[in-house]
């Protein structure tokens, strides 16, 4: 486990602890706030040692709608406070894994050489919805590295099932024999 899982797991039970109590506007404001964040080069500022806590902090606030959820930006102080705005990015991955576990679903990554039929992408679906006894969000991604079949990735839980793979683990047997 890296350093940065374990810091920001706290600020991710903090910030979905709070997003149980203000409802769906939440989410929308955050998803606003982490676009903000993501700009490079207001990163670059954030990041500058000339640059004060107070002065970032006070410029990002400046750039929030007036009626921004009270309660974020003073999430958003406590990171610039405690220098840990640098986690924003697993702690809105680790409060989307809470999210998702609150609401009994999933998130399955699709990978495949050939952009997937609508027909194949209901039947994957139905069979991991069947599997793990939730409510599973596909993401397809076409990587033609794959030669052909696809590779279902579930947090920790992969079944690679492309020609890419296979060949690897052939030529491996034939190496090793």
Known sequence: MS??????????????????DEGEKFNDELNFLATVLRNKDLSSYLSNPTVSKDKGKKFVLSILPENFNQSLKNFFGLL????????FEEILQQFHNLENEHKN??????LSA???LENQKVSIKGRLEKKFNKK???SCIVDKALIGGVTIIIGDYVVDGSIKRNLEV????ILVN
């Open 3 to 20: 350093d940065g899982t374990t810091i920001a797991r706290p600020y991710a039970e903090a910030l979905f602890k709070l997003s149980l």
């Open 80 to 87: 610039v406070d405690n220098s840990r705005i640098v986690f």
């Open 105 to 110: 679903v999933i998130e399955a990554k699709i």
């Open 114 to 116: 050939f952009e997937l």
């Open 136 to 138: 599973v969000v596909l």
């Open 170 to 173: 052939l030529k491996n047997s």
